[in-house]
């Protein structure tokens, strides 16, 4: 029997190829973002680059590049977690004595380092690779890499430097040549006596020049490994097996193979990771999004096939007969969708690493991880999301008794069942308690975020459990209307009266579209508002000193030196690492954070203190924005545990809690103490207060800039600049709207364009009785538009209530920013897909002659 079902099944396929189309389209179009986000988790997982600087080395010992934290569960239980580092972990002790005596070592060489900023002699900066700036070694550990020496000679005293080819190239200069070298202090000239290249000729990921060893010392630098050559015949995992237990401390990580790479370049396992969390972000919301549509265009097909199904069971096919040919078909469509949508995910997943590399998310270099797991993840996830989706949709169809199946494909069913309808006011009810909830928890950011993510899923849902009711609520809105509008206009509103659960299918997916994507837009429109409103609000500073890769320390301090300056401090930005809770649960979440000088603080930046005293920071103090506290769950007078972007845990007293963290960081710390624990040593800007009655402000700085090279003067903080990781998360979730309105598309042309071939008899016979073509294809249009106002003005009311409570949590106005062009291109593209749905199959319809149409097999 499995097999006869097998058979009529695969029978089924092939003569309704067109019912199937659309289940078809989503799933294709589900497999090739399910292995896009596949491909994209499994490279940040395995995220590297091959080793440069240690290509030669057997081993590479670096300070551990995470930090291991307790969580608790919400049943009380614990457990640890990792989290990468930001920032590069220096080594406080040499490990040097305990490698040299492990067996098979042959050679230990430190390796320190110093970014720096180079300039021509005539003030010219020279950037790095990729924008990145380079830096500094010392020539004593060329034997650890692949460099060799294409020109000129070795560095020799503290004012030599050697170049890679491609730096020299940027700066058009060559041995004999001067360039000058900015780290923590003013430029420092030095003298050009060589170049170095990769063997096989390429340019390095990163740029890289060296000096030696004393000259080295001169720019303050940072030791960050130890390179460590084996003697003959000493395998790497018998080298690594041997110095891990000669160091016996789990601060320290061996790195050998591929492992040298990522010790090598960590701004590619640090995009790695966060490329590991926006991958399963987006999968997870295309699953989501995925489930609701088969579940919507499966229901519509099992719909359409009531009559074929009651007839089924009135000879006989048992429920479980009609669940397997069900599954049977749903799997196959699956498979095939499946196995056809992994070629587009690879097309699009290299799409998505240019976007992500354009956005700053990931390095320009960034290589994907190709394996079959994705593609076979993709496969099987569809093929089960296609199972469920069916056998969920079934579950009416297949249990009603024979009799009862005849009378509903003849007739179409009046009203909601008891059981949906006291569902769908219990969600209601919920969703209404959580909004009420939000209202009263304002200072709560993660609360608040939390309610407005579960409100829109909640609401859709309960629109989709009570779809007729409200289809019946909106045509006794619309219809008045509608039968002014003459004969069409009364036929269409009579239509939609009689067929209210066909309205409702249509509109589902309308309001699906129109709410998740008004959410998700205007949320990241409301934020990047707020976020734009507290930079200029405040920026007490007058002036602003930046540079692109950075500005040296002492900087801040001439300008504070001047007398036409009332205040100035450096801002430095990094990101801490901590426990936070979040309904109940604990998680490790990564924080943006900042230092300035505590003297400065009121003069040159206002973060708006809503508790506590911001002029009481100190190295032992921090304050922290809104967000921070609702999500650590501090106050003023508490002590937080943090680890710094290096590691280094850090235990402050909390001194105030600020609202302007959205503008700024999340955490504000003293200048000097964050400083001395980012890898670079730079500022990100300086912020200037000008003395009261001062005339010549800007003249002045001007000059003190102009000893630093690419040093800028601004009246103010470009806002694009302090929004700009905001704007790449924005851009994040608009490729979400994306997936949402392309499922919409299919989901609303499937159901429409299927729903309005199947009243091919009807059309004919309104023909055979007098009414014009023209008359039907107004009908028509004026069912369109019922859909349409129908579905959007729903969808929009929906998603104004968790917006509100985003609003909210975002400290700005209660209600949100949303631009006329986003909601009108939101809204357009619906509408335009409902009407072609519905028009384009019409006028298919309407040039079969009507004796023809009646009579056509169904």
Excluded at 252 to 261: C, E, F, M, S, Y
Excluded at 500 to 509: C, M, V
Excluded at 784 to 792: Q, R
Aim: net charge positive; charged share 20%.
């Amino acid at each position: 029997m499995t097999r006869v079902m097998s058979a009529l099944a695969l029978r089924t396929l092939k003569a309704r190829k067109g019912g199937f189309a659309g289940t078809f389209v989503a799933l294709l179009l589900g497999a090739a973002v399910l292995s896009a986000c596949g491909i994209l988790l499994e490279s940040g997982i395995r995220a590297g680059s091959p080793a440069e600087r240690y290509a030669a080395a057997d081993a590479v010992i670096t300070g551990r590049q995470e930090t291991t934290l307790t969580l608790k569960d919400l049943d009380g239980s614990t457990m640890k977690e990792s989290q990468p580092l930001p920032e590069r972990v220096p080594l406080q002790a040499s490990p040097a004595d305990r490698v040299r005596r492990a067996d098979g070592v042959r050679t230990v060489i430190e390796d320190d380092a110093a970014t720096v900023r180079p300039a021509t002699i005539d003030g010219r900066p020279v950037p790095g690779h990729d924008g990145i700036p380079p830096e500094a070694h010392g020539w004593s550990t060329l034997p650890l890499g692949d460099f060799r020496l294409t020109a000129g000679h070795a560095p020799r005293t503290v004012h030599d430097v050697v170049l890679d080819t491609a730096l020299a190239a940027r700066a058009a200069i060559g041995p004999g040549d001067g360039i000058r070298l900015m780290s923590t202090s003013t430029p420092r000239t030095y003298t050009v006596t060589g170049l170095v290249a990769l063997k096989d000729g390429r340019a390095p990921r990163r740029s890289v020049l060296f000096l030696t060893d004393p000259g080295l010392r001169r720019l303050a630098p940072s030791t960050y490994a130890f390179g460590v050559l084996a003697t003959a015949g000493t395998s790497p995992g018998q080298l690594a097996d041997t110095l891990r237990a000669a160091l016996d401390d789990d601060r320290l990580a061996v790195h050998t193979g591929d492992g040298r790479g990522r010790a090598e370049f960590l701004d590619v396992v640090v995009s790695g990771s966060d490329l590991v969390v926006l991958a399963a972000a987006v999968g997870g919301n295309v699953l989501l999004i995925a489930v609701f549509v088969l579940y919507a265009t499966t229901s519509l097909s099992i719909r359409h096939r009531r009559r074929e199904i009651a007839l089924l069971r009135a000879i006989g096919t048992t429920p479980a007969q009609l669940r397997r040919m069900l599954a049977a078909e749903a799997a196959a469509t699956g498979l095939v969708a499946g196995v056809l949508g992994c070629p587009l995910g690879l097309v699009l997943v290299h799409w998505l690493r240019d976007r992500f590399a354009g956005h700053g998310i990931v390095p320009p270099d960034f290589a994907l991880a190709l394996s079959p797991l994705p593609f076979l993840g993709a496969v099987l996830v569809t093929t089960l999301t296609a199972l469920v989706a069916s056998l969920i949709s079934a579950l009416r169809a297949t249990r009603v008794r024979p009799t009862e199946a005849l009378g509903e494909a003849a007739v179409e069913p009046s009203g909601l069942s008891r059981g949906r309808r006291i569902t769908g006011l219990a969600l209601l009810a919920v969703a209404a308690g959580a909004f009420v909830t939000g209202l009263g928890r304002q200072a709560d950011f993660f609360t608040l975020v939390g309610l407005a993510n579960s409100l829109v899923l909640l609401l859709v849902i309960a629109t989709a459990v009570l779809g007729p009711l409200l289809a019946r609520t909106a045509v006794r809105l619309l219809a008045p209307p509608l039968t002014r509008t003459g004969v069409t206009g009364y036929l269409a509103a009579a239509n939609t009266r009689a067929n209210a659960g066909r309205l409702a299918g249509a509109i589902t997916p309308l309001v699906l579209a129109v709410s998740f994507a008004s959410t998700v837009v205007f949320t990241q429109t409301t934020a990047l508002r707020e976020s734009a409103d507290q930079v200029r609000a405040g920026l007490v500073a007058d002036h602003v000193l930046t540079a692109p890769d950075g500005l040296s320390p002492d900087l801040a301090a001439k300008v504070r030196e001047l007398r036409q300056v009332e205040a100035a401090t450096g801002l430095v930005e990094s990101k801490v690492v901590a426990v936070g809770e979040m309904m109940g649960a604990q998680d490790a979440v990564t924080l943006g954070a900042q230092g300035v000088d505590p003297t400065a603080l009121g003069t040159t930046l206002d973060l708006h203190a809503r508790d506590g005293d911001l002029r009481r920071l100190s190295p032992a103090t921090l304050a922290l924005s809104t967000t921070a506290a609702s999500w650590l769950g501090l106050g003023v007078g508490d002590t937080a545990r943090l680890h710094l972007g290096d590691g280094t845990p850090f235990h402050g007293k909390v001194i105030a809690v600020y609202t302007r963290g959205l503008g700024f960081a999340d955490i504000t710390l003293d200048h000097d103490l964050l400083l001395a624990h980012t890898t670079r040593k730079t500022d990100a800007s300086v912020l200037v207060r000008s003395a009261p009655g001062a005339q010549d402000t800007t003249r002045v700085l001007s000059r003190v800039a102009a000893a630093y090279p690419g040093t800028v003067l601004r009246d103010g903080l470009a806002t694009d600049d302090q929004v700009a990781r905001q704007r790449a998360n924005a851009w994040v979730n608009y490729l979400v709207v994306g997936v949402i309105i392309a499922y919409t598309a299919i989901t609303v042309v499937n159901s429409l364009a299927m729903t309005t071939a199947a009243r091919r008899r009807e059309f004919a016979l309104l023909r055979l009785s007098g009414t014009a073509r023209r008359q039907v294809a107004g009908m028509m249009r004026r069912e369109s538009a019922v859909v349409v106002l129908s579905g959007v003005g729903l969808g929009t009311l929906l998603s104004a209530f968790p917006l509100i409570l985003v609003a909210l949590a975002l400290g700005g106005p209660p209600w949100p920013a949303v631009p006329a062009a986003g909601y009108a291109a939101i809204a357009g593209v619906t509408a335009a897909l409902a009407v072609a749905g519905t028009m384009v199959p019409v006028r298919i319809l309407l040039r079969v002659r009507p004796v023809e149409a009646i009579g056509a097999r169904e």
